[in-house]
């Protein structure tokens, strides 16, 4: 596993949301969910991606190419998941990055570097037998990507 530092203005993101958190939880309202992740994650994933890899993106909603080969980037701030909507044969990548970011947003974890297919084999399975509707997403936890990436 190797681990990216992120510049401070990733730091700020943070600092900021968790300051509309507090501001958002207050004795009103308890307890209410003020998830961090989702596109701008994602889009701090693909600056990562770019930026400490060399990876090339024509625009923020496609694959990315990094050797000329295809790669999806995922990122995360949970630290739980990754999750993947269902892709036909011909629209797979041939390579996963995913990242972990720390809570705080001052570095993130290469989590998973490697093939897509062998990552997502479980989801597909579910998803070719119809175990799982193809319109469902489905998620990765971060331990199995981390235990995926130290096979052989």
Not at 22 to 49: C, H, M, Q, T, Y
Not at 80 to 95: G, I, L, N, V
Not at 99 to 110: H, K, L, P, S, Y
């Amino acid at each position: 596993m190797s681990r990216v530092e992120l510049p401070c203005e990733v730091k700020k993101l943070f600092e900021a949301r968790s300051q509309l958190a507090d501001r958002f939880n207050s004795d009103l309202i308890r307890e209410l969910p003020f998830p961090f992740d989702g596109k701008l994650v994602g889009d701090i994933g693909k600056w990562i991606a770019t930026d400490r890899f060399g990876v090339q993106f024509e625009d923020s909603t496609n694959d990315g190419i990094l050797d000329g080969t295809t790669l999806q980037v995922r990122a995360t701030v949970s630290g739980k998941q990754a999750s993947f909507r269902y892709r036909t044969p011909d629209k797979r990548p041939a390579k996963l990055l995913v990242f972990e970011i720390n809570e705080v947003g001052t570095a993130a974890n290469v989590v998973f570097h490697g093939s897509f297919a062998k990552a997502t084999s479980s989801l597909y399975q579910k998803w070719d037998c119809e175990h799982v509707k193809i319109t469902t997403p489905q998620s990765l936890s971060i331990a199995e990507l981390y235990r995926i990436s130290e096979e052989k």
